[in-house]
Structures are given as C-alpha cells and as structure tokens.
C-alpha cells in the first residue's frame, strides 16, 4: 500500500513514514520485515471504503467478498475464508485488538492509518498467523483545536457513500472525536432474472472516541463503535439453464452470460450485522520503559436468510436456510517495554481473549426421489400407489460455542551501531469447546412409515473425543537488520506461527473423525529484504525473498458431494453403512489439512523526481502450493483429478472423494502488480490533478475448479480539483475504466441438487464471481 502523497500532504520520504508493526514507532524503512503502508488521506483519496477496493493497493493482497458477509483474505498466496471457523491465516488487528474482517472491513472511515504485515506473526501480537496481520488505526481526537472533514461521494450505479469525522477539545486534557458513515450500494450488480430483485448493500456506522491526557508521560482512549449491515448479494450464475423438468415445464432460467450479471435463484441471499465494540487503550510513560494496556469488548450478531439452491436446479422449490449468530468476545492485553533505543532492550506481555456464542441453524435438508421430476410431481411406484418426488426433511442445529486463549510473550532487543537484533516467543494455550446438536423434523410421506410427522433428536453429532481441544504451542521469530548506510538497511527474519485445527459446524451426522476435526497447523518462514533510498531520496525501494513451509495447511473446501449413513432419508450415525455407487446425499464445506510450500518475491519502487508526480509501482511473485497433500474433492468419474463428470457419486470408501494434488492454496495467480500515480498541475492557489490507479492480474489455470481464468486489467481514473491549502477537494472518477468482465471465481461444474435416484438434478448453471463493471462517480471532500 505504499501510495504517494499529495505535494501539499507529503513532507517525509516513503522511507521515513512512521510505523507500528513491531509495536514500537519506527521508520518504514528501519523495520526488518516486508510491510506495507496507507494512510487515511490516501483510502479517501482513492475513494476506498470496503475491502474489495482495498485490495488494489498492495500487489498479492487479495480482498474478496462473495457473499456480502464472508471477506475472504489471501497474502502471499496463502488464503483464508472466514466460514471455515479457525484462526485466520491473516489476523485483522482493530486499535491493536484481534477483530473479526466480517465487521472491521464493512465499514472503512476515520482511518488513520492501515498496515499489511507480511509473513508469519506469532510474537508481538496476542494471537498467531501464518501469512501476516493488518492492523488498522482509527483517527483519535485532537487536544489541539477543532479539526476534521465531510465527503460525499454518488455513482451512476446508485451508489453513495457520505462521512465526517470531527475532534472537540474541552481542554488540553480531554477531547472527543466522533465519526460516522452512511454507505450504500449494489454490491456485485446482479439481478435476478426469475424474481424481481437486485444486490443491494446498505450500512450504517458511528464512532465516537474519548481521549484523557492529564499529564505528558499518561495517555488513554475509550471508544466505542457501532455498525449496522444489511447486505443482500445474489449469487451470479453464466449457462443456459436446465431442460424443463417432467411434470413441471419450469426451467431454472435463461441463459446467462459474464456480463449479464444474471441470479437465477427463486429465495435470496441477505447477511445483517449488528455490532457493538468497545475499547480502551492506555499508555504510561515511566521515563526509561513504558506500560501500555489495551481492552475491548465486542457483541455481534450475525443474521442469514438465504436459499440453498442458488442456480435454481429445482426450480418452484426454495431451499431454506436461516443461521443466527449471536457472540461475545472479550479480548485484554498488558505489556511492559523499555524506551531505549541503543543498547539492550526488550519487553515482556500477557494476553487473553475468550469468545461465547451459540449458532442456530434451521433449514430445509429435503430428499428428492427422482431426477427428473419436479418438487410437486409424484412417483407411480405401484399400479395405484403413487409417492411425492420430495421426501420432507427440516434440520435444527444448535452450535454453543466456548473458546479462550491465554498467551504470554518475552523479547529481547540489542542494538549497536548499524546492528540491531531481536528476537522472542510466546507461549499460548489455547481451549476450545464446540458441540453439535441435531434435530430432525421430519414431514408427512408414505415411505416414512412411523416417522412421518416425528421429530427426532436433539442428537449430539461430534464425537466426545473431539468436544474439547486444548493447544499449547510455542511461536515467536528473530531479525537481524544491518544499516548499510544512512539510505540502505538489509535484514533477515524468522517467523514460526500456529493454528489451532477446528471443529465443524453443522456436519452432516455419521461422517468420519477426519471430516469433522482438523488438526493444528504450523509454519516456519524466513525472509531477507532490502530497504533503501537513492538520488537524494527521490526514489524509495524495499525488495524481500521468502520462503515458508506448513504442516498441515488449514484450508476449506466447498461444494464437496458427500455420502452419510441413512435412517429415513435422512443423515444419521446410526444408520447401515455406505455402500460404494450409492446416491450422494447433498454437498457440504469441509475443512481439512495439507503440507505445503510457499517461496516468493515482492518489491516496491516510489519514485517522486519533481514536487508535481509522484508515481508508485509494486509487484509480487509467490508460488503457493500443496505438496503431494490428500484433499476432499468432487470426483465423479474416478478419475482421481476433482471433476462433475457423470452421474454424482463417491470415489473410493469414505464420506467423500479425495483427490492428491500439488495445486495451489488460493484461486490467485502467481504474479501480481499494482501502480498509482498522480500528476499535479499548480495554478495559484489551485491545483487540478489527475491520478490513476492500475492493477494487473495474469491469467492461470485452477485445478480445484478446472478453469482457465483470463488476466486482468483493473483501472480506475480521478481527476479533480483541490482548493486552496487542501481544503476543499472535487473529484470526477470510473472505477473499472476498461469496463473488463472478467471472472474471479467460479464454480466446478453446474450446480447440482443429488436425488436418490441416482442422477441428480442439474440447474445448467455454473456459479461466478465477476469484477463488477465500469462505473462513474464524483466526490467532494472538505477539512477544517
């Protein structure tokens, strides 16, 4: 994110920008690992206010959201979706808390500063990653005068956004900032073509934050924040739809194309968010060391209506699905460092967090008899007996969930001359306990016999042996940084990071141990880079290696076709076994491990050679992948390579197919690059601008998918007018200027709903994410 300064903002080099990335104040470029930086000034300059944007400003950062709720983060290669229930791969520290992305990256505004950590994080902060942090700093208030900013911003596509942020000193010893925002939006821009309806994204955010500062060595801020979500995003489907059904001449819909940006579903898809997060952060200057705490609680609630059948592969049916999650957590860390910067040094801290919860799940887990009969049809399965095609099945599950991690870390610091070496661990333990309650709630159906109309359970469906896990690793790193000279530093880092493994949520019952518990993961990287400045700090550049190898990589699989034991219809770990060719009972998300390899490159080049350009580029290359690793797939032709060929069964004697692979851990190309520029031309006491920001994607080829996606080319284009002392600023600007329409994400195979009858039923359609085409807009920004 290292993104060039307006003239009349930037007063320091690149290389000079204060950090906090190894918890201490320090120049970007002093700070022995890859990190890249972005102001407030900067996110609002670029208009970014979610995080699908802000991933254009770091080359391998990948931010996605393709569902309006789950943003699902990729660095180094190296991905993570929120749904699959672990740790993140890439921790979001919010004010130096650990924050779910769900509810920091909806609302982006009033920031102060955001930094991407890269590489594995297991000492300075409370909990662990294995490919990096970003931590996010709100504005805090100013003791000093009354100061702030107002900005609106419409598009052509019905789009807004408007925030403030203001700061009111009492005294110089109290003073409050508050902030809001109003955001709305059309999120992916899909309509449906079979209902009337479009994605739609509205939110609603405000902050407000008390700052103490009775004496210059004692500083404390309380702050409290709340959000409201309420995201309706359409799942996009391209093909041209099923064959009308017998008895039922609907068909799932037309056909669709990319750029049509057609939904085809009969139900919908909405996420709300309510969230509600308190902190409070001190700092206590004893002279020669400094005290600092840090708390917060947070209280969300997590509401999603939604139909299962997204493609409509049963069309005049509705698959629904409601999942409520209401959680606490509460989160504290005390720390103790010393303030010397020569010498020996060092710190020491403890840290605890604890999250409460209990997910209720209530959907439909219908059977279908027939594969090519409508949900209304019958079945003549005797002269004069006829059945219904739908066997009616609903699910309860009740998920109460109790984990807490307790972490204590020590480092030592020793620096002479141009040598400064540090290094630490941090001992974690870390307890989890999930259980699993089932109900079945079965409907009226002559195969049911004397279950028909029963309801059955509740039934725990986790095993005792895997209810209740305890973690105790040990993680922490080393650098070595070398100033060269006053312009050129060189170091080396070492980084061991832990996840904890998972329970799943809602598993279908009488599936194996493997596909119901993972097992921890862990990783070692080791990096060198270089950071300098040349022609008389004109031009800024920073250039890392890094290698980085996991045990047990924790990643989530989606859409897997999987068989389970059966007592009328219905899952159940006392039903007969499988037996091999047997009908698929439906698909599900299954996590699993595999060992991989991660080696790479990134470098950065900020170059300002006259006070009216300034032009940044970044590229990175990380080839991420499995190595020989064992993983759930869809397998229907016994191929051993994942494929929907052919009616929907299992390969092999297991719940699902697996397949080996040495593909790649995220759906990201190996190469990526991103530059901005902005050129400026003075008039007075006016100053109209341009400036631009590309980002460049190659094509590659998914195994897990089987598709070939094409490059792409994202540019979007600003150009405006600032007034006088940078008060006031106009902007005209599209987004997607090239209007690509290109896919992002795509699914293996259409989209299927499996019967009893063998084959399944097939919607004709192939689930997609695409980049969502061009739109114009304009922002105006005042300060004060």
């Not at 699905?321 to 010498?343: C, F, H, I």
């Not at 170091?491 to 119901?516: C, E, K, M, Q, W």
Request: charged share 15%.
């Amino acid at each position: 994110m290292a993104l060039p300064l307006a003239a009349e903002a930037q007063t320091t080099p690149e290389a000079d920008i204060i950090v906090t990335a190894t918890r201490r104040e320090e120049k970007l470029q002093d700070v022995p690992m890859s990190v890249n930086v972005a102001t407030g000034e900067q996110i609002q300059k670029f208009n970014i206010f979610d995080a699908k944007d802000v991933q254009q400003l770091a080359p391998g950062l990948e931010l996605t959201n393709t569902t309006g709720r789950n943003n699902t983060t990729t660095l180094r290669g190296i991905t993570f979706d929120p749904d699959q229930g672990t740790a993140p791969a890439v921790r979001v520290y919010y004010n130096e808390i650990p924050t779910d992305a769900q509810t920091v990256y909806t609302a982006i505004y009033d920031i102060e500063q955001i930094e991407v950590l890269r590489g594995p994080q297991g000492l300075l902060r409370g909990l662990s990653a294995p490919a990096g942090s970003i931590t996010i700093r709100t504005r805090r208030p100013s003791f000093d005068a009354i100061e702030g900013y107002a900005q609106a911003t419409a598009t052509d596509r019905a789009g807004y956004n408007v925030q403030a942020g203001v700061s009111l000193p009492f005294n110089d010893q109290l003073a409050l900032r508050v902030a809001a925002v109003v955001d709305g939006n059309r999120g992916n821009q899909v309509k449906n073509v079979n209902v009337d309806g479009r994605s739609r994204s509205d939110t609603q955010s405000v902050r407000a934050t008390l700052g103490w500062r009775p004496s210059e060595a004692f500083t404390a801020y309380l702050t409290y924040q709340y959000l409201h979500a309420d995201n309706t995003q359409l799942q996009q489907v391209i093909g041209n739809g099923n064959a009308p059904f017998a008895f039922n001449p609907a068909r799932s819909g037309p056909a669709l194309s990319a750029s049509d940006y057609g939904a085809v579903t009969e139900g919908g898809f909405r996420n709300q968010n309510l969230s509600h997060i308190v902190n409070l952060a001190f700092d206590y200057d004893l002279g020669g060391s400094t005290v600092s705490f840090v708390g917060a609680h947070q209280y969300s609630k997590l509401t999603i209506n939604r139909d299962l059948d997204s493609a409509n592969s049963v069309p005049g049916y509705i698959a629904s699905s409601r999942v409520t999650t209401p959680y606490k957590v509460d989160t504290a860390e005390l720390r103790w460092q010393t303030n010397n910067d020569e010498g020996l040094g060092g710190g020491v801290s403890a840290f605890y967090t604890k999250q409460t919860g209990t997910t209720v799940v209530d959907q439909r887990a219908d059977a279908f008899l027939a594969p090519v009969l409508g949900p209304n049809a019958v079945i003549p399965l005797a002269p004069g007996f006829n059945v219904p095609n739908l066997l009616p099945i609903g699910v309860n599950v009740v998920v109460p969930v109790d984990s807490q991690t307790w972490s204590f870390a020590g480092n030592l610091r020793y620096k002479t001359g141009p040598l400064t070496v540090e290094g630490g661990l941090r001992y974690s333990i870390i307890k989890g306990n999930q259980t699993t309650q089932q109900t079945l709630i079965f409907g009226t159906h002559p195969l049911l016999g004397a279950a028909s109309g029963a309801v059955v359970g509740p039934t725990e469906i986790i095993p005792a042996s895997l209810q209740k896990r305890t973690n105790k690793p040990l993680t922490g790193g080393l650098t070595v940084s070398f100033a060269v000279s006053d312009d050129l530093n060189a170091y080396f880092a070492y980084g061991h990071a832990f996840r904890a493994g998972s329970t799943g949520v809602s598993v279908p019952a009488g599936i194996s141990n493997d596909l119901i518990s993972t097992r921890g993961e862990k990783t070692d990287s080791y990096e060198v880079g270089l950071k300098g400045s040349l022609i008389d700090r004109t031009v800024s550049y920073s250039v890392a290696a890094f290698y980085q190898k996991f045990d047990g990589f924790l990643s989530r699989f989606t859409g897997i076709q999987y068989n389970c034991p059966e007592v009328n219809g219905a899952c159940s770990a006392s039903g007969p076994a499988i037996q091999p060719g047997e009908a698929t009972n439906g698909n599900f998300d299954f996590n699993y491990n595999g060992n991989a390899k991660v080696k790479g490159i990134e470098a950065t080049i900020d170059t300002r050679f006259i006070d009216t350009w300034d032009l940044n580029v970044a590229a990175a290359y990380t080839r991420a992948r499995y190595s020989n690793a064992l993983l759930p797939c869809n397998d229907f032709d016994g191929s051993g390579v994942p494929n929907q060929n052919g009616t929907p069964v299992i390969t092999g004697t297991g719940n699902v197919s697996y397949c080996a692979s040495n593909g790649r851990l995220a759906e990201t190309p190996d190469f990526s690059l991103t530059a901005n520029s902005e050129l400026r031309f003075p008039m007075g006491d006016y100053t109209p601008f341009v400036r631009g920001l590309f980002t460049y994607r190659p094509g590659f080829h998914s195994d897990r998918v089987n598709y070939d996606y094409r490059s792409r080319e994202l540019l979007n284009l600003f150009v405006g007018l600032r007034g006088p002392e940078s008060k006031w600023e106009i902007t005209a600007f599209a987004r997607n200027l090239l209007n690509q329409k290109r896919i992002t994400g795509i699914s293996l195979g259409n989209a299927i709903t499996p019967t009893r009858g063998g084959a399944a039923l097939d919607s004709g359609y192939r689930t997609v994410n695409v980049m969502n085409p061009r739109e114009f807009g304009a922002t105006l920004n005042f300060k004060w």
